[in-house]
């Protein structure tokens, strides 16, 4: 893993005001077994700013959900150390309450509870926290957050897969954690219910600053974070932190043949496409602004 490549902009800003890191694990390690050893995370560093928005990809059985297990207080390390915002999980006394006010959970499946509302599924996390009157107020507004106002007292089964999983997003943000881990949340949705659900987590991530790290397999979805860790064999071997969507499609342009060409102001090749002199000018200013490849 190239270190130049990890040092993405959110996590620079946050060294330089010597904040803790969302995430930050040393050497994080996980066995399973006794007699033949599975090492489904093997030494994995990884440092994750406040306020990012991360992809994990990686096939299948790379260690991607044990690390999300891990980082969420659900399952320990074999060895090596484990903090979030700034706690260091090996000492915390009480994980339950960790977990329900550090930490939101999406998963792919099995996420609601059958039998309760959506409404009543939202404020699950909130027992013990909040009484019954704030609870359902906030269950109301997380809904409302997540365009959900008119499905409040639909039970899971009533809901499609799409909605479903905004409830769980609307559940997973409950008691207002600055981080939410979510576990292929677009797994088992169609591909426009699937852009939908990252277009909700990106809008939380950039007006809310809740930082999200979302495991997927999905391209498209990982397209849509600003940095994508890639595992294998529980090790991360590759960190690389990516522009906006319309900067990545700019520098595959500006790179191009024809992005060469209008650099250098050879605008024959637009004249066929019916693109205006003007119109090639503008292009020609974006392009030189844009980044180089790599
Ligand atoms: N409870 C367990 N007991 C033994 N081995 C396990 C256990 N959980 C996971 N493993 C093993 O650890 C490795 C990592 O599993 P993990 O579930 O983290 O993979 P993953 O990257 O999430 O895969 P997928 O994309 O299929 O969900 C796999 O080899 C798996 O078989
Ligand atoms: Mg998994």
Redesign the pocket.
Known sequence: MSENQSANQAAVENRAENKPWMIETQDLTRI??DGEQ?H?LDHVNLKIAPGELVAVM??????????LNILGALDRPTSGKVFVNGQDLEKIRNKDSFRARTVGFVFQLHNLLPTLTALENVEVPMIGYLGPTARRKRAKELLALVGLSDRMNHLPSQLSGGQRQRVAVARALANNPPLVLA??PTGNLDTAAGADLMALIRELNEKQGVTFVV?T?DLNVARQTRRVLV?AD?KLIRDDCIGSPIEEDLKVWSNSELGRRIKEGDFSILEPLGISHEEALILKGIFENSPAAD
Do not use: F, Q, W
Not at 59 to 67: C, E
């Open positions: 399973y077994g599975i489904a990686g096939p299948s059985g790379s260690g991607k959900s044990t690390l576990d292929e495991v397999h595992m529980g």
